[in-house]
């Protein structure tokens, strides 16, 4: 289980640092960023930090995950935008490194662009073979331990496969009760992906999530009957489809209970049970959807692989 870094709005640098140690402390030992969260910074602190107080004896312990932005997604500045995300971390490496999203923008100066500054005429081609050569690159100059992409569909993984040297290790995608992307975990299975789900528990608390998994009734009569809480059921239900998970908390007592998911396992009919649960995603993307860009739908921007 990864401990997320986004926040809106983010804490401070040194705050978020002494909250990500709260993660470090309750056991926490894989931490999902991006130079799009603006967490790097902290994250590489807390690191730096944690290993002071002994709570990690080497880096080797961490896992830290880390995400090419769309702006930076041309095969030229993929090693130079790592390069500067390692430097915010202080870091030699990057244990995982993922393309955002299958999507490249125009390339501006500042820094990353928020995903509420998005607009349509901004997002340009993507050109998946040619930027998947630079996150080889990156593999293979060992600043990147390893390389995938998130929000990958079927269609675009399949063109991926088909040019890569090395194939993607990890697809990280929106993944939940309520969005159980069956078709996307086998086919990842099926060919040596592994998938990893963000909002586990739907963002409840996000600007664009719902409250439609941590208040569904099926969910809820499980907890109740296991005596858990919801959000427990929640990721102990990914964890059984083999997936991982990465959860976001900046409460250290939350924090700590949803890690108390290895110690029980649901039935074949609570599982059953929630295999029933309508479907419906979260975030549909539609800022990279114009009837003039590369993207022309919702369908052809997620491979219409529900």
Request: aromatic share 8%; charged share 25%.
């Amino acid at each position: 289980m990864g401990l997320g870094t986004v926040g809106n709005p983010l804490p401070p640098n040194e705050e978020l640092s002494s909250i990500l140690i709260d993660g470090f402390e309750v056991g926490y030992r894989h931490f999902d960023t991006a130079a799009a969260y603006k967490s790097e910074v902290a994250l590489g602190q807390a690191v730096a930090k944690a290993l002071d107080l002994g709570l990690i004896k080497n880096r080797d312990e961490v896992f830290i995950t880390s995400k090419l932005w769309c702006s930076d997604a041309h095969c030229d500045l993929v090693l130079p935008a790592l390069k500067k995300t390692l430097q915010r971390l202080g870091l030699e490496y990057v244990d995982l490194y993922l393309i955002h999203w299958p999507v490249r923008l125009k390339h501006k100066d500042e820094e990353s662009v928020k995903l509420s500054e998005i607009t349509a005429e901004n997002v340009i081609p993507f050109d998946i073979k040619r930027t998947w050569e630079a996150m080889e690159e990156c593999y293979r100059l060992g600043l990147a331990k390893s390389i995938g992409v998130s929000n990958f569909g079927i269609k675009k993984l399949s063109q991926l496969l088909q040019n890569a040297t090395i194939p993607p290790a990890v697809n990280q995608v929106e993944l939940n009760a309520v969005w159980q992307q069956g078709k996307l975990r086998e086919f990842c299975k099926q060919n040596g992906i592994h998938l990893s789900g963000w909002s586990p528990l739907g963002a409840y608390k996000a600007s664009w999530g719902s409250n439609a998994v941590m208040e569904n009734p099926i969910l809820k009569e499980i907890a109740h009957s296991r005596q858990k809480n919801v959000a427990q059921v929640a990721l102990r239900w990914i964890y059984e489809q083999g997936a991982s998970t990465v959860v976001k908390s900046f409460n250290k007592e939350r924090m700590k209970v949803n890690l108390g998911i290895f110690d029980w396992e649901l039935s074949e009919e609570e599982s059953e049970k929630i295999r029933q649960i309508p479907q419906r995603r979260m975030y549909n993307g539609e800022e990279f959807v114009s009837p003039n860009g590369p993207y022309r739908s919702l369908e052809e921007l997620w491979d219409d692989d529900a």
